[in-house]
């Protein structure tokens, strides 16, 4: 039986907004939407990316010196994919369960996504199958997520 199924879409260039909104945005947008193991994840995939992280001087402001960060779109697509994919695990469930952004950790297994719900007996749910998947482009991230109840 399905529980429920979810659906999320997010604009690549909004993303990159948030995350370049100050030098501390990317690691405050990390920090609030992943799990502990999906932080650990991203900050070694962040070293990996390091080299394509450019901070510049702006003046463009009232003349005051603010840096600015650059971020490329393997980060901003990292960051969205699981973002979307948090967005409709949530919907998919709601309202029998509310979920926060860090009760859900998002896996890549064989190249396809995998969603784990932490704690899911303690949210009244049990016995289900998360199916998931995501396509993206130049400029948009979509996921779809069904989740079924398998006690059946």
Request: without cysteine.
């Given at each position: 039986?399905?529980?429920?199924?979810?659906?999320?879409?997010?604009?690549?260039?909004?993303i990159q907004?948030?995350?370049?909104?100050?030098?501390t945005s990317l690691l405050h947008f990390s920090k609030r939407i992943l799990s502990?193991?999906?932080?650990k994840e991203f900050n070694i995939f962040l070293s990996n990316q390091k080299k394509n992280l450019i901070i510049t001087k702006d003046l463009s402001?009232?003349?005051l010196k603010q840096d600015k960060i650059m971020i490329n779109n393997n980060i901003t697509k990292y960051l969205a994919v699981r973002w979307t994919l948090k967005?409709?695990?949530?919907?998919?469930?709601?309202?029998?369960c509310r979920?926060?952004?860090?009760?859900?950790?998002?896996n890549k297994i064989k190249e396809k996504p995998q969603l784990t719900i932490h704690n899911i007996n303690q949210k009244g749910i049990d016995n289900i199958k998360i199916h998931s998947s995501v396509s993206h482009d130049e400029k948009y991230v979509i996921s779809q997520v069904l989740?079924?109840?398998i006690t059946c």
């Open positions: 039986m399905i529980l429920g199924i979810g659906i999320d879409i997010i604009h690549l260039p909004r907004t948030l995350l370049t909104r100050k030098p502990d193991r999906e932080l402001s009232n003349n967005e409709a695990a949530y919907k998919a469930l709601y309202p029998h979920l926060t952004w860090k009760d859900i950790s998002v989740i079924e109840n």
